[in-house]
């Protein structure tokens, strides 16, 4: 079983809907939880990071994390045809020496259509 | 937001020649840098963490003498893929913390690998 779940989709909506995006985990050490954007080709571009339980929201994106049912989702409102991009979820866990090894998400292949 | 910079973009290689990567923190100091690996479609493998001043620490199954990892600086990391082979080729990427927010990473824009 992988450390983190996260359906590959492809992900297909119309401009304007809300999206959602989840990643279930099965190590409950994760203490730290992100969402990266990546355009195809490109490097991965931080969005949202959230270390507690609940929600935190940036322009149209809010990051919700449940600790509990070590789930987490990447909601994303009115939906543009520039959100169309891969999104993967990434959680870490402390360790010695300084900076925080990522566990990545296979990534969610989202496109928005006109 | 910080800056992280990779060169070259993307580079073509024979088969048996070696190939640099840099990876650069443009606006900030990084003790501990990443490098992951991500074949199409797939997500981001890591395959060490490289640290300045010391040996980098490489994850089960990558093979140290082949992917050298040089932390020659605080804003300076550098990957050399050494006899590369066409199922090295691969979009390489490396990722960077802030000095004292180490729980969040800024990554480059990625490599590009083609070893024919």
């Known amino acids: 079983q992988k450390e983190v779940e996260q359906d590959p989709g492809p992900l297909s909506v119309p401009e304007g809907a809300i999206v959602s995006l989840n990643c279930t985990y099965s190590?409950?050490?994760?203490?730290?939880f992100m969402w990266y954007r990546q355009y195809s080709r490109k490097g991965p571009e931080l969005l949202m990071y959230t270390y507690s339980s609940g929600n935190k929201e940036d322009g149209r994106f809010t990051a919700q994390v449940d600790k509990s049912s070590k789930y987490i989702s990447l909601f994303i409102r009115d939906s543009q045809p520039s959100d169309s991009a891969t999104y993967l979820c990434?959680?870490?866990?402390?360790?010695?020496?300084?900076?925080?090894?990522?566990?990545f998400g296979t990534g969610t292949q989202l496109k928005v259509e006109l | 937001g910080a800056v992280v910079s990779q060169h070259p973009s993307w580079v073509i290689c024979k088969s048996g020649t070696s190939v640099k990567i840099e990876c650069r923190s443009l606006?900030?100091?990084?003790?501990?840098m990443f490098w992951y690996r991500q074949f199409p479609k797939q997500s981001l493998m890591l395959m060490a963490t490289s640290n300045e001043g010391s040996k980098a620490t490489y994850e089960q199954g990558v093979e140290k003498d082949k992917f050298l990892i040089n932390h020659a600086s605080l804003t300076l990391s550098t990957l050399t893929v050494t006899s590369a082979h066409p199922e090295d080729s691969s979009f390489y990427i490396c990722?960077?913390?802030?000095?004292?927010?180490?729980?969040?990473?800024?990554f480059g824009p990625g490599t590009r690998l083609t070893v024919l």
């Open positions: 606006d900030f100091q990084a003790t501990t």
């Open positions: 990434a959680m870490s866990r402390r360790f010695t020496g300084g900076g925080n090894k990522l566990t």
């Open positions: 990722s960077a913390p802030l000095a004292g927010g180490q729980d969040t990473q800024y």
């Open positions: 190590n409950s050490a994760f203490q730290y």
